[in-house]
């Protein structure tokens, strides 16, 4: 099943999408608060993900990663990196799929 981990770590707090594979499919970025880092992953449960912004990137390796932004324009988490654009396009997929049924748990 997938599944949101909170994380307390760097002095602020974090949450990580898990695949069902337990495969890391998404960070967040460090909120400073907890009931930050809990207002950001609410939205991520109660929102349709077709609002999100999927912003698609490319490192300097070459490496193809996302932004997931909300409708705000404010960066939620950052996806794994994939080596080619095909694989992006199925990481995009499977966080929408993967965040229609997670559950969170800390």
Request: proline share 1%; hydrophobic share 35%; glycine share 6%.
């Amino acid at each position: 099943m997938n599944r949101f981990r909170l994380i307390k770590a760097g002095g602020g707090y974090s949450f990580s999408l898990l695949a069902h594979n337990g495969e890391v499919i998404l960070t967040s970025k460090l909120y400073e608060t907890k009931q930050d880092c809990d207002q950001a992953l609410d939205s991520l449960l109660h929102l349709p993900t077709d609002t999100f912004l999927y912003d698609k990137k490319t490192d300097a390796e070459e490496f193809h990663y996302f932004v997931l932004k909300d409708r705000s324009g404010s960066i939620l988490a950052t996806s794994d990196k994939y080596a080619s654009i095909s694989g992006l396009e199925n990481g995009i997929y499977s966080v929408k799929q993967a965040i229609a049924d997670a559950f969170v748990y800390s």
